[in-house]
Nanobody, 120 residues
Framework: QVQLVESGGGWVQPGGSLRLSCAASGTIFSISAMGWYRQAPGRQRELVAVISSDGTTTYADSVKGRFTIVRDSAKNTVYLQMNVLKPEDTAVYYC??????????????WGQGTQVTVSS
């Protein structure tokens, strides 16, 4: 039983910043990775940023240089610092956690999503 609680979403003008946070709680074994995905109206869910257990980060090309993903392993928490936000960043952002229980059982968990709206 794992729960992901997201916060930090909201409305911001173009060029502004927001920081999203995602805290995992419950029965967690080993975390392989935590990250953020987003889904805009009428579009497919896409990866925004992911950080693996070894610290390796992956970013969507559209956010490189503007977004930064960081983690606090002790708190099982991941943050997404979003700078120079653009209208095209408007979407529902979902926190994701991938765990490893066994070599053959690697469950994945999702948060409920937090709305980010960028407009003037």
């Amino acid at each position: 039983q794992v729960q992901l609680v997201e916060s930090g979403g909201g409305w911001v003008q173009p060029g502004g910043s927001l920081r999203l946070s995602c805290a995992a709680s419950g029965t967690i074994f080993s975390i392989s990775a935590m990250g953020w995905y987003r889904q805009a109206p009428g579009r497919q869910r896409e990866l925004v940023a992911v950080i693996s257990s070894d610290g390796t980060t992956t970013y969507a090309d559209s956010v490189k240089g503007r977004f930064t993903i960081v983690r606090d392993s002790a708190k099982n928490t991941v943050y997404l610092q979003m700078n120079v936000l653009k209208p095209e960043d408007t979407a529902v952002y979902y926190c994701n956690l991938r765990s490893r229980v066994t070599s053959f059982y690697r469950p994945e968990y999702w948060g409920q999503g937090t709305q980010v709206t960028v407009s003037s």
